[in-house]
C-alpha cells in the first residue's frame, strides 16, 4: 500500500513543491483539508479532501475539520504494537507516515493594528497543534513537518535511505514541540496583556533563533540571537547597512545605547556607550553639533564605542564617525551621500532603526533556579513634580539641565553619578561600590569643567560628604531621588555651601 501523507498548513510556501515529489518520485497518497486541498488541486496533483476521508464533514465554518479518529489513530498507532496495528484494521484506518503542519497566523494577526480580542481569538489554530503535537509525540513511527525550510532535508532522507532516519525524525519531533510551545507562548502572553494583571502568575518566554553568534561575552561560552514573536521588531527588525556580523557585546551594548536615546526626543541627541555605560551624550541642535559634543565628552573612552542617535544621519555626521574606531553607529535613517562616505570605514557596523522607542514592557534576567521579571524602568521624568528643598530657587535653564543630567544619569550602571553642563555630559561614574567612589571618579573626570556644572546622582545621598565634594569641585546645582533618614544634612549642607538641590522622588538603579 503507499504511503499516507496528510498536508494542512497556512503557510503555503514550498507546499506544492513538496506534494508533487511526495506524489511523482515517491508515490505517496495525500489526504489534505481546506485552502492546502484547493491550492494542491489547483496544481493538478491528485488529493483526498479529509472531510472525504473521515466521512465527517467539517464544520462550525472550519472550526472542526482533523479531529478525527481515522486522522488522530493514524497518526498515533504504533506499528510496532499489535493491538494498535489491528485497531486501525478494525476501523479502516490508514497508518499516516508523514504529517506537515504550521498554524495560524495568530502572532501576524495581533501584530496588526487595531485588530480585536475576537479577531486575535479566531487566529487561535485547535487542530493544528493537536497533530503536531500526537505526530511529534509518535515520532518513533512517523515525520512531522512544520516549518518549509524542513521539506528539503525531508526529501534527501527518502532519496538516500527510502524513508526518513529515526535521528531526523527526532530532531522533528523537537521542532515541532517548540513550535506549539511557542505558539501557546504567544497566545498567552496575548491574553495576559487583556488583564489587569501586570505580572502573571505563570510567565513564559520563547523565541526563534535568527542566527548563532561567533561567541558570547566571551570565546569560550557559546550563544545564539532569538528573536520573540513572528513580526520581527527592535533589532531583528532592524537593517544592516554594512559591517560585519554582530556580536554578543555588540547587541548588549546597541539595546543600552537605544535605551538612553530614546530618553532625547525634542531635540538631536547623541551618546557613545562602552560596555553599557555612556561615556559621553550630549543634545544640540543638530546631530553634527550633538555627536561632537558626545564624542569630545570622553574621546579616549569613544574608541571602539557604540553610537546611537536619535536623528538620520548626514553628511557632515558621517564625516565625524569615521574619524575614529567605532564598532556600531544606529540611527532611525542614513543619507545617500552619508552611507557612501561611511563606506570608508567598511568594518563599523551601521544599523538603521527607525523605532528607537521599540522595547519590552519587562525586563527579564536569570538567576540559579529561575529567573526574575520587571517592569520595564520607563518612567518620563516630570520636572514639574521636582521638589525644591533649597533656599536657591533653579531658573528654567537650570531645570533644563538638571533634566539632561537625570536622564543620562538614569542608564548608568549604580551607583551612578553624572556631571554635565550645556546638554553634554562631563564626567561619569558607573558601577561604584559607594557614592562618594563615584562622585569623585565623575568629577576627575570632568576636571575644571565642573565650575559651575550639575550633578546627577540615581541614589540618595546617604551622608553629605559627596554634596560638599561636588560644591569643592564647583558644582552648582544637584539631582538626587531624595528619601534618605539623613536628607536633611544633604540639604542643610547644600544651603551652607549656596547649592541648588532638587528631589525627583525617584530613583533609577541600575543592575
Partial sequence: MARLALLSVSNKTGIIDLARNLVEEFGFDIISSGGTAKTLKDAGIPVTKVSDYTGSPEILGGRVKTLHPRIHGGILARRDVAQDVTDLENNQIRPIDLVVVNLYPFEETIARPGVTLAEAVEQIDIGGPAMLRASSKNYAHLTVLCNPDQYGEYLQELRQNGESSLAFRQKCALKGFSHTASYDNAIASYLAGTQAEELPQQYTVSGQKLQSLRYGENPHQPAAWYQTGSTATGWAGATKLQGK?????????????????????????????????????????????????????????????IVALNRAIDAATATELTKTFLECVVAPGCDEEAQEILTKKGNVRVLILPDLLTGQKETVKAIAGGFLVQTADDIVADVSKWQIVTERQPTPSELAELLFAWKVCKHVKSNAIVVASDRTTLGIGAGQMNRVGSTKIALEQAGEKTQGAFLASDGFFPFDDSVRTAAAAGITAIVQPGGSLRDKDSIKAANELGLLMVLTGVRHFLH
Fill in 245 to 305: 556580523e554582530l556580536s554578543y557585546n555588540n547587541l548588549v551594548d546597541l539595546e543600552a545605547a537605544r535605551r538612553i536615546i530614546a530618553e532625547f526626543t525634542e531635540s538631536p541627541a547623541a551618546t557613545i556607550i562602552k560596555h553599557t555605560n555612556p561615556c559621553g551624550t550630549a543634545e544640540a541642535d543638530s546631530i553634527f553639533t550633538a555627536y561632537q559634543k558626545a564624542f569630545n565628552a570622553d574621546s579616549t573612552s569613544a574608541f571602539g564605542g
